[in-house]
């Protein structure tokens, strides 16, 4: 079967939504996220034309306040779909020179503390309660830090200087892809397979009219410069589950 249309100037195209403004309120927002063909989606950094039935975020805010920062280094929007075996997300970031010191293969770095990337929180089912839910971040190199948690930031094992975040040993076995832009943007895919994300709380794969929550972050600078699909408003920190934004699966 050919493969789909390449998108042109993708990242370009998918962070046209961050001139949109969009006020801070209690509410979380949702994305109706698409069920594709299973060879819709190939993760290699080009956005095929595939990407363009998939849910969009929308710009993503301040984390605190919910305001479009038009400034910042990091504005971003991602788009969300899944097919039979996969979580699929697509980030576009306008950092132009991103940065990491990591290479791709090295295991669990601290991408937050020295690198540009983004972030992937998800929590099968729409339960909002930080029980059982998983963290995925992935580099402008590729490189991967994946965890999953048993409730809000725990546990957290080991000493200072040695903290181990969640159970590391989990692995989201993802597909990853990444495309940069100098002097633009870059873009990264990601696809996580439905075993990796599986609980006893949620049905996995989900079926259409399921929901889970989820949030989505771009960051650079040890997150001093950092954005949020769905704000926090203060109520802690980019782990709590309450202000993650609703995935809705449909056909």
């Known amino acids: 079967m050919l493969r789909a249309v390449v998108i042109s100037l993708a990242p370009l195209l ?8 969009r006020p801070a309120t209690d509410d979380v927002p949702t994305v109706l996220a698409r069920q594709l063909a299973p060879d819709a989606i190939r993760v290699d950094g080009v956005l095929e034309a595939a990407w363009e039935r998939a ?9 605190g306040s919910g305001a479009v920062v038009t400034g910042s280094p990091v504005n971003a929007t991602a788009r969300i779909a899944w ?30 503390a020295r690198a540009s990337g983004v972030e992937l929180m998800v929590q099968p089912g729409d339960h909002g309660d930080n029980r059982s839910y998983f963290e995925v971040q992935v580099d402008v190199n590729g490189a991967v830090w994946d965890t ?21 040993q989990w692995r ?29 709380r949620a049905r996995t794969p989900p079926g259409p009219g399921d929901t889970w929550r989820m949030n989505l972050y771009s960051f650079r600078d040890g997150q001093r410069a950092a954005l949020a699909w769905s704000p926090i408003l203060g109520r802690g920190n980019f782990h709590r589950a309450s202000r993650f934004g609703r995935v ?4």
């Open 83 to 112: 097919d039979a075996r996969r979580l699929l997300c697509a980030f576009a970031v306008r950092d132009r020179h991103p940065t990491s010191p990591f290479p791709r293969g090295q295991e669990d770095p601290h991408i937050w």
């Open 172 to 200: 989201s076995r993802l597909e990853r892809a990444v495309k940069v832009e100098r002097g633009r943007a870059y873009t990264i895919e990601i696809g996580i397979p439905w075993d990796a994300l599986r609980t006893d």
């Open 248 to 251: 809705r699966f449909v056909r």
């Open 14 to 21: 998918f962070l046209a939504a961050c001139r949109e403004s």
């Open 148 to 168: 999953r948690f048993d409730d809000y930031n725990q546990p957290i094992t080991g000493p200072p200087g040695a903290r181990r975040f969640g159970h590391q």
């Open 55 to 63: 849910g969009s975020t929308g710009a993503f805010v301040h984390p």
